[in-house]
């Protein structure tokens, strides 16, 4: 267990909690979740359609759509240009989806990995264009791709982009931009790339009138929100909650076979499932073979493909795992070979790019450091890079674009095309930039925590009030309480690889089980007593259901 910052939020405002009807603890994470006025708190709750906003808000969706409805007017041919990770193949599922429902000619087009990389190429545009494609709308991609939108148009090939992420200092030259982050007056949501996807087909729906199109479509929003940890707020909480209700109540036949397969009980999907279970099986398509295996799984309606589909999915996120495990164990050996500086780099000829992220990410978790894996080609390398809050990935890489073949992402995921010759300077000049940004500063994870309870406290209902404030992910993470001077009773350890803490924990007469995950390694400091932050979970191992807490860190209680 790597031990954390701890910072306790203050409390809210005393004329926020004499003002509304829910116990204290409940109005105090609701504050810290943006929730300031009274009034906000039971749209937030209900998570209903108060919190939607106009699509027509986002830049460029007029042009959008006037340039979707002429194509659908004259029978074009529509080439949905997607991404390989869960969240572009949902947003493809979606536009082919929502087109094809109200006639259109709409094909998927969704690049490899491996072959291809991330973002639009000049060729398959062009070939998209022999084969009698006139319009291309891009999903999850396209807002980096000036050069190729710009030859593409040239040719005569219409783009609309629909995107999410940062885009250069300057947008493409396409029939429309459709990008929140393309325009500082957006509406203040941090959409998935399946978001601002819907928000295209919401618009088009709302202005042929056919707004009861929209609900076959949550279940896919709701995968790719959850995939690409877009925060659980605002529409997007609306969104995630009407999706969850559709996949519980009528799952497609692959979502279906996948939770069948994967031992997910009909009718209880929530977030957390879809993003340890459902999310990384179609990531794992993606990181090893062709993501179009997953966009099928989305769209099949054939009971024996779903079948087939969903155990492959679960082969690949199986032999996903043991890979990343491998490609870890190697890079951290030679990022520890290296030494542990302010920006952490892993490059190897055989890294396995599908991977990359993941390991980069396991990576700036354990040493709380930006990381960059670098799969390393004689002419030409990719990377995946991952960050921590206090420094910006992609605004490093956009300071140093003169030296990149292609970059995109955001501030804490990223990823890039290099030359190799280049790389000895891009990364000279990236850990530089990166000594710079973190002189001085205490670089450790740090725990927002949203309260101060004692344990007896926890009785009385409310872990049931609490999950009123589901579904939780990032933006709107699971209450985070502390609770000082608790009492040790037992403390053994647990796991196959006694890799993980089992607690029994005492404090005012109230006794309650805690584990603390990969944190055997601090045994010894489990002696009584102890200030612990948790959440308070439901454990239901064996078939029993009963509370206890899960500690996110721990230390010695201080004396006084």
């Not at 910052?5 to 509304?20: H, V």
């Not at 929502?98 to 006639?103: E, I, K």
């Not at 073979?289 to 155990?311: I, N």
């Amino acid at each position: 267990m790597n031990h954390s910052r701890w910072n306790l939020l203050p409390p809210a405002p005393d004329n926020f909690i004499s003002t509304a009807e829910f116990p204290r603890l409940m109005l105090e994470i609701l504050y810290h979740r943006g929730i300031t006025e009274p009034a906000q708190i039971k749209p937030f709750l209900a998570g209903d359609r108060r919190l939607v906003t106009d699509p027509f808000r986002l830049p460029d969706m007029q042009q959008a759509v006037a340039r979707v409805y002429r194509a659908l007017l004259s029978g074009e041919t529509i080439a949905v240009y997607g991404d390989f990770d869960a969240d572009g193949v949902t947003a493809t599922a979606l536009l082919v989806q929502g087109l094809t429902a109200l006639g259109g000619k709409a094909i998927p087009y969704i690049p490899h990995r491996q072959s291809e990389g991330h973002g639009l190429t000049t060729f398959v545009l062009e070939e998209l264009r022999q084969k009698g494609v006139s319009l291309v709308i891009t999903v999850d991609c396209g807002i980096t791709s000036n050069a190729e939108v710009s030859k593409a148009r040239r040719k005569g090939l219409d783009i609309v982009i629909t995107d999410h992420h940062t885009p250069l200092f300057e947008v493409p030259p396409a029939i429309a931009n459709v990008d929140p982050k393309v325009n500082k007056d957006s509406p203040g949501i941090e959409l998935a790339g399946v978001g601002v996807a819907f928000k295209l087909m919401q618009a088009l729906f709302q202005s042929l009138g056919k707004e009861e199109l929209l609900e076959p479509l949550t279940d896919l929003v709701t995968i790719g929100t959850i995939a690409d940890m877009s925060p659980l707020v605002s529409e997007n909480r609306y969104l995630v909650k009407e999706g969850l209700k559709l996949i519980n109540a009528r799952p497609r036949p692959g979502l279906k076979e996948l939770m069948a397969q994967s031992g997910i009980d009909p009718g209880k999907v929530d977030a957390d499932k879809i993003g340890w279970v459902i999310a990384p099986c179609l990531n794992s398509i993606g990181r090893l073979a062709h993501a179009s295996a997953g966009y099928d799984l989305l769209l099949t309606d054939v009971p024996q493909e779903a079948r087939r589909l969903a155990q492959w999915a679960l082969e690949k996120n199986a032999e996903r795992q043991q890979l990343t495990v491998e490609t870890y164990a190697r890079a951290r050996e030679q990022v520890l070979a290296e030494g542990i500086t302010d920006l952490l780099f892993a490059s190897d000829e055989n890294y396995p790019i599908g991977v990359a992220g993941l390991v980069a990410s396991r990576l700036a978790e354990e040493f709380y450091r930006p990381a960059i894996v670098i799969r390393k080609g004689s002419k030409v390398s990719n990377a995946s890079c991952r960050s921590i809050p206090e420094f910006n990935m992609i605004e490093a890489l956009k300071l140093n674009s003169a030296l990149l073949e292609q970059f995109g992402g955001h501030s804490q995921a990223a990823g890039f095309t290099v030359q190799t010759s280049n790389l000895f300077q891009l990364q000279r000049q990236l850990a530089q930039l990166a000594a710079s940004q973190l002189k001085g500063l205490d670089l450790r994870p740090h725990l927002d925590i949203d309260a101060q309870v004692k344990l007896p406290e926890l009785g009385g209902g409310i872990f049931t009030t609490l999950q009123m404030l589901a579904p939780f992910g990032r933006g709107n993470p699971s209450p985070v309480l502390l609770s000082r001077k608790v009492e040790v009773v037992d403390c053994r350890t647990m796991g196959n690889g006694g890799n993980h803490l089992r607690m029994t924990l005492k404090q005012g007469g109230t006794v309650w089980d805690g584990v603390a995950f990969r944190a055997a390694d601090c045994r010894s400091e489990a002696n009584s007593p102890i200030d612990i932050v948790y959440n308070l979970e439901e454990d239901n191992w064996g078939g029993n259901h009963r509370l206890r807490l899960n500690l996110l860190d721990f230390m010695p209680a201080a004396t006084g």
